[in-house]
């Protein structure tokens, strides 16, 4: 199926750390981004979106950033907790469209 | 209820078995959506609804697969002669969807059907 791609399938992080996800999609015509963050057993949940005509969006203890011209999406988790440890999705939405597209997904590790 | 419900949340079936699984989406919600996630794997989209039409199904995997929704409600996804590769968590999401008024695409997400073929 579609996805959108990521560079690390697992990430390990000291409690306390700062923690960087990362991503790339590929249709440059995607205006609408989103991180979900999906924990055992459960369905993903929203964390932070992003329209394209935004470099950077703060939220809670997380930032996401936006690369228009490599295409390449991040999120960054300040402060790192065990209760983050889960997958982290980024998704991209389509000029026009409603269709989601999922990248495979970031397994994040805080270790104690 | 509040959230997005999916029944059953478990179904193990024999291979050659129709299964049918069940998401009755967040009231209002007009956009509805499927999507199967293998073990370990990311989200594959299978397809989505606005109201009671289905724009885009190309994610369907095979025409043993079929979706419909009723009433701009409850949307049924029905795999007929199901295989071993069908074993997945079956996810439905709901969604207000983008509007020029600013309404975010979140998705809603179920907990899933995990479907286990023999």
Same mark, same amino acid.
């Given at each position: 199926g579609e996805s959108v791609g990521l @560079? ?17 999609y590929s249709n ?16 993903p ?26 295409? @390449? ?16 999705f980024c998704a991209e939405i389509y000029?026009?469209g409603?269709k989601t597209i999922f990248g495979a997904g ?7 | ?32 959506y499927w999507y199967r996630q293998s073990l370990g794997q990311g989200l594959e989209f299978l397809i989505y ?7 885009d199904k190309s994610g369907l995997p095979s025409?043993r697969f079929?979706a419909?929704?009723? &009433? &701009?409600?409850?949307?049924?996804l029905?795999i ?5 590769e069908d074993s997945a968590v079956y996810l439905c999401a ?7 008024? &600013?309404?975010?695409?979140?998705l809603?997400?179920?907990?899933g059907?995990?479907l286990?073929?023999?």
């Amino acid at each position: 199926g579609e996805s959108v791609g990521l @560079h690390l399938p697992t990430l390990s992080v000291q409690e306390g750390d700062n923690s960087i996800i990362n991503c790339a999609y590929s249709n440059s015509a995607s205006d609408y981004f989103i991180w979900y963050k999906q924990e055992s057993g459960k369905g993903p949940q929203f964390i932070i979106d992003i329209r394209s005509n935004m470099d950077k969006r703060q939220g809670q203890r997380v930032t996401v950033l936006l690369n228009k011209t490599v295409k @390449h999406l991040s999120l960054q988790i300040a402060a790192t907790q065990p209760g983050d440890s889960a997958v982290y999705f980024c998704a991209e939405i389509y000029t026009g469209g409603f269709k989601t597209i999922f990248g495979a997904g970031t397994r994040l590790f805080v270790k104690a | 209820g509040a959230g997005v419900s999916q029944s059953p949340s478990n179904k193990v079936t024999e291979k050659g078995k129709d299964v049918e699984l069940r998401c009755d989406p967040i009231s209002g919600h007009t956009a509805l959506y499927w999507y199967r996630q293998s073990l370990g794997q990311g989200l594959e989209f299978l397809i989505y609804f606005q109201g009671n039409s289905a724009p885009d199904k190309s994610g369907l995997p095979s025409d043993r697969f079929s979706a419909e929704r009723t &009433g &701009g409600s409850v949307s049924t996804l029905t795999i007929q002669r199901t295989q071993q590769e069908d074993s997945a968590v079956y996810l439905c999401a709901s969604s207000l969807g983008l509007t020029s008024g &600013g309404a975010t695409g979140e998705l809603f997400f179920g907990e899933g059907s995990r479907l286990t073929v023999l």
